[in-house]
């Protein structure tokens, strides 16, 4: 059974920075895509960054430059480190798994519960 837990989300000032973690059992990291999605009320999904099995890493563009995705294969644990957040990250982050590297948030059957990010102007 695949489990994913998230954890390190809080409410910061603009400019401030976060850790989030996604702890992941009942699957090899090495062997699987990790994505980050976040999803603010009344919005869409949207899907953060992700990093492959091989530790490739890819984001939006609303993110980049400000957010780095990376894995600790020993820890079976994904971290996405925040810097320089803006209101507009305001949103519930959730970290899901999959084979493959979907940008749509509908191809993954394995998700966290979440961790709340709250950026204050």
């Known amino acids: 059974h695949v489990q994913l837990v998230e954890s390190g989300g809080g409410s910061v000032q603009a400019g401030g920075s976060l850790r989030l973690s996604c702890e992941v059992s009942g699957l090899a990291l090495n062997n699987y895509c990790v994505s980050w999605f976040r999803q603010a009320p009344g919005k869409e999904h949207e899907r953060v960054a992700r990093?492959?099995?091989?530790?490739?890493?890819l984001y939006a563009d609303s993110v980049k430059g400000r957010f780095t995705i990376s894995q600790d294969n020993a820890k079976n644990t994904v971290y996405l480190q925040m810097n320089s957040l803006k209101p507009e990250d305001t949103a519930m982050y959730y970290c899901?798994?999959?084979?493959?590297?979907?940008?749509?948030?509908?191809?993954?059957?394995?998700w966290g519960q979440g961790t709340q990010v709250t950026v204050s102007s």
């Open positions: 899901a798994a999959g084979l493959g590297c979907a940008i749509d948030y509908r191809r993954y059957s394995d």
């Open positions: 990093i492959t099995g091989g530790g490739a890493s």
